[in-house]
């Protein structure tokens, strides 16, 4: 009697309370995703103008006869009213304009189109290595570092997990071209033409993120270790292996995914360095080029490319964090 | 100061106190020494690699880079310590705007602060560095500004802890301005952890300057800081490495010092970190280990026969024995209660019998035997099919005995998966099956439901259902009832004891609760610090009970006719401290018919011709037990305890 009262009476109120956090979850990470968005297009816009001086000047160089500076300013639209500017940059970004490069007078888009590739494959590769290094390291670390066993271990993990975390990801690409490229010669130190060329800037910019995360879930797994359905797991008698992937592993992913969302857009960021590094043909070796060139237009983009870019990855993880532990959509605010 | 002698009592503390030191020292008087040298033109001698002349070789004007690489420490560590500067001044007042304008404009700052803390660093310098121009000063800028978002939300939390004190609030009751309260209340009292982020800030400024200064965007020739050099460096790699590998060694330790000595202070003063680094904890543990004794054997009747049970764990002041040498045996289809209070070792028993007692707790017995198994020997497959088939355990909270990320069905079933052999499909009908037979209403929906849509009861119900997935002959069950609901307890006890008259299963209850244990069990265990003290028939709990304890837990449950006014029964004094044992017996110092030798000698479990057995000098010495009255706020104190 009693049981199936108390089934009827906690579907529904699961049921509405669920869907409910749902729309609000929705609603508020939508809000706040579209004033980001708002304020890092208009933070491009005004990049420009807030440049001292006259960035059709510094781009075409003291040289340039003043007929052509002050044509090129009319073609950019510099001398109207700020106003109409931002008016046409927003409609620019809406139809897929964003303006023409003063160095190479080609269609900033297309150059945004013709580089981001490289830079995505960079990223995910990177993404993925770093998971697949991080997640078996931090789970084995886990196990034999719980209820203060491997004191040594932990303290050998923790220190050079700690120290190789620090270590910028341009500095670790640096070491890995003197010891695979130069050194021994295994690995192609520059481009992108061959999947040997992937190795080395992949894993400098994962190793560090690697280490990171691997810490992390170590602690997460130490603490998920003791708990009660753990144990329940235990007296199941389960294999090890299950009790440790299939039970304790799940519950240690979900809270390790907030830091591991921060890591993910950091390494987003992360490419234009070892871009640079590497001459990686992506957005971040064209946003140091045009930057050192005063080339404005396609400086504007790619920052704006990068923001939208890690806009989407802090929305994608609260959204996956949500869907693993519907109790974070509350916790947020 | 004696806080901080904590830094340098780690070696990574050590270690970072002394490179901090020696790169700031360095800093100081590199350019003066080594300037010359580290400018001296030798054309005649460029790229060259490694010598004795020029440890890390020369650049293309044939100048030394191991000098200029020491020589750059100076320009390096300005540059980081301005642009923290920076970082931490704007942070401040981004941080301290609530505060100061109030709570709309506050607010305002506050979101734009949480969306810039959003971007990484590098892209808010990347921004800044194209707004101030290429060069040093831009890059100081740049990266000070980049550093300030996240500066500002670490002031903001620290000003809003201080700020909720009472004496910030009695300032502000005393009519002082905002700004004053500000500069004399909060800021002092936020300093230290301030201090602590801001040089690990500059570690961070450290590395990111060198960053921006590799891509060509920080200092420029003929200025050289380490970045600068390993821009000019990475270009000849494949000529003389060591002119990219000497500064990028030397950021990486700079960087490193810096970061650690923060890290190191501000674990020594217990100041929190913005990027949450934990550094390992220094505290050790270390088990003993006791010989086993010969095994007995058993009779077939008997399902669990357990002798001189011990559960050790390592302590600060030598080994603790939370359980001390128990021996009971449990016959088919028997139902026999474990009561006593909290730390009485009646749970540690349940999960040292069922072989749960993690590290570092050991576990030791003459005999421990299921079923007729050893259960001491090596953990074998053979011996957890055994125990995964053969012995049920219910816990204590349904709530979080479950995994929250996966479905109740799949829970059940996977005991059918391995220990079985049965595949998905036909695990999971058993574990409707089953969930059905404990009756949970529409078991093949709640199959597919995650444990927090299950209610309490219904989710110790599926725990003894998971239980029944084998063909248990023994349930062990620790406090089964305790987190239920009062209205839901007696079903779950009367499922108990439904399964244990159809199958014939054993039952081991543990409980604190006298009422509960007597009317479900045949057989009643009581502890007390560790040791069994009594061993009676349920039946007889009420009014045959020998031991003084014993007669004190059962006069301590209030009857149906008990008036609630009056205050309730307790035992006087507190439960034994497993760490600290006292002499004699253990009950001595509550018990009324404590006698001299009550403290000096520890009385054996004896057991009489009825098969009854109790440990006391005085068993069955009739005393008028006396029950110390207390009030009801001092009782739920010492339950809590």
């Known amino acids: ?333 | 100061m004696q806080r901080w002698k904590g830094v340098i009592r780690t070696p990574v503390g050590l270690a970072a106190t002394l490179l901090t030191g020696a790169v700031l020292v360095l800093a100081v008087v590199a350019p003066i020494i080594w300037s010359d040298d580290a400018d001296a033109i030798d054309t005649s001698n460029i790229l060259a690699g490694p010598s004795a002349d020029h440890w890390a070789g020369t650049d293309n004007l044939g100048r030394d880079i191991f000098y200029r690489t020491l020589v750059a420490t100076r320009l390096s560590v300005e540059l980081a310590l301005a642009a923290t500067a920076i970082a931490v001044v704007v942070g401040l007042i981004l941080g301290t705007a609530s505060f100061l304008l109030g709570r709309r404009s506050g607010k305002l700052v506050n979101a734009g602060v949480n969306i810039a803390v959003a971007f990484p660093g590098i892209l808010l310098a990347l921004f800044f560095a194209v707004i101030f121009g290429v060069g040093a000063t831009g890059a100081v800028l740049a990266i000070g500004l980049a550093g300030a978002p996240s500066m500002g939300r670490l002031t903001r939390t620290l000003v809003a802890s201080v700020s909720a004190r009472d004496f910030v609030d009695a300032a502000r009751v005393a009519g002082v301005g905002r700004m004053r309260i500000l500069l004399r209340h909060v800021l002092p009292n936020i300093s230290e952890p301030l201090v602590v982020n801001a040089t690990i800030g500059a570690g961070g400024a450290l590395l990111s300057f060198a960053g921006l200064s590799f891509l060509g965007l920080g200092v420029q020739q003929p200025s050289y800081d380490w970045g600068r050099l390993l821009f000019d460096g990475i270009g000849s790699i494949y000529v003389n490495p060591a002119a990219a590998l000497a500064p990028g060694a030397a950021v990486i330790v700079a960087g490193l010092a810096f970061n650690l000595f923060g890290e190191s202070v501000a674990k020594a003063l217990g100041v929190g970190v913005i990027g949450g680094i934990r550094l390992p904890s220094t505290a050790a543990a270390v088990a003993t280990a006791a010989p086993a004794e010969e095994s007995h054997a058993s009779t077939d009747d008997v399902v669990l026969d357990v002798r001189d049970l011990e559960v050790v764990f390592p302590g600060p002041a030598g080994p603790i024995r939370p359980v001390r040498g128990i021996s009971f045996a449990v016959r088919r289809g028997e139902a026999v209660g474990v009561v006593g209070e909290s730390g009485s070792g009646k749970s540690l028993t349940a999960l040292a019998v069922s072989r749960l007692v993690g590290d570092p707790g050991r576990v030791d017995a003459s005999c421990l035997e299921l079923l007729g198994t050893d259960l001491r020997t090596a953990d074998t497959k053979a011996q957890r099919q055994l125990l995964g088939t053969s012995l049920a355990m219910v816990f204590q909270d349904p709530m979080t005995s479950f995994n929250p990320t996966r479905r109740m069905g799949s829970q059940l079933a996977e005991v059918a998966r391995h220990h079985q052999g049965m595949d998905r499909r036909s695990a999971l009908a058993r574990a409707v099956d089953r969930m059905r037979a404990v009756r949970i209403t529409e078991p093949e929906r709640r199959a597919h439901q995650y444990p927090h849509e299950f209610s309490g009861g219904m989710r110790q119900r599926a725990m003894i259902g998971m239980g029944l997935m084998g063909s248990p002959a023994l349930i062990i069950a620790d406090e089964p009832t305790t987190a239920l609901d009062v209205t839901v307890q007696q079903q779950v006890l009367d499922l108990l004891a439904a399964i244990r008259a159809a199958d014939d299963v054993a039952l081991v209850l543990i409980s604190h609760d006298v009422t509960v244990v007597g009317e479900v069990c045949d057989r009643v265990l009581v502890m007390y610090a560790g040791r069994i003290v009594e061993d009676l028939p349920a039946t007889e709990l009420a009014t045959g009970a020998r031991h003084p304890y014993t007669r004190a837990l059962v006069a301590a449950v209030p009857a149906m006719d008990t008036d609630l006014d009056e205050p309730l029964a307790v035992i006087p004094g507190r439960p034994v401290d497993p760490a600290d044992v006292p002499e004699g017996c253990a009950y001595a110092a509550r018990c009324p018919l404590a006698s001299a030798r009550c403290l000096t000698e520890d009385p054996a479990l004896e057991t009489d011709v009825a098969g009854r057995r109790v440990a006391c000098w005085h068993a069955g010495e009739p005393v008028a037990i006396e029950i110390e009255d207390r009030e009801i706020d001092e009782l739920e104190e010492v339950e809590a305890s």
């Open chain 1, 1 to 333: 009697m009693a049981s199936a009262s108390s089934a009827i009476a906690a579907t529904p109120r699961v049921g509405r309370l669920g869907s409910h956090a749902w729309l609000r979850f929705g609603v508020r990470r939508l809000g706040r995703l579209l004033i980001s968005l708002w304020v890092l297009v208009t933070a491009s816009f005004l990049m420009i103008h807030l440049i001292p001086g006259d960035p059709v000047r510094a781009a075409l160089g003291p040289t340039a006869p003043a007929t052509l500076v002050a044509a090129k300013r009319d073609e950019m639209g510099l001398d109207d009213p700020i106003l109409v500017q931002y008016w046409h940059y927003l409609q620019g970004l809406f139809t897929g304009d964003l303006g023409t490069s003063i160095v190479s007078q080609l269609p900033v888009s297309d150059i945004v189109s013709q580089r981001l590739p490289a830079t995505l494959q960079l990223a995910l590769l990177a993404f993925v290595v770093a998971v697949a290094i991080a997640v078996p390291l931090g789970v084995t670390m886990g196990v034999l570092t719980r209820r203060g066993h491997g004191r040594r271990t932990e303290l050998v993990f923790t220190t050079s997990s700690v120290v190789l975390g620090i270590i910028p990801d341009f500095l670790v690409g640096v070491g890995l071209v003197y010891v695979f490229g130069v050194n021994l010669g295994w690995l192609p130190v520059a481009g992108n033409d061959t999947p040997s060329a992937y190795v080395l800037p992949v894993f400098a910019l994962a190793i560090g993120p690697a280490a990171i995360l691997a810490r992390i879930i170590r602690v997460e797994m130490v603490t998920v270790l003791e708990a009660d359905f753990v144990r329940t797991a235990r007296a199941k008698r389960l294999p090890k292996r299950t009790v440790y992937l299939g039970h304790a592993l799940p519950n240690a992913l979900t809270a390790s995914l907030t830091l591991g969302g921060l890591i993910l857009s950091a390494m987003v960021a992360g490419t234009v360095l070892v871009e640079n590094v590497f001459a990686w043909p992506g957005l971040g070796s064209t946003i140091v080029s045009s930057i050192l060139n005063k080339d404005y237009q396609v400086v504007q983009a790619v920052v704006l490319v990068y923001g939208v870019g890690v806009l989407l990855v802090n929305t994608l993880v609260d959204v996956a964090l949500a869907l693993l532990d519907p109790r974070s959509m509350i916790r947020e605010d």
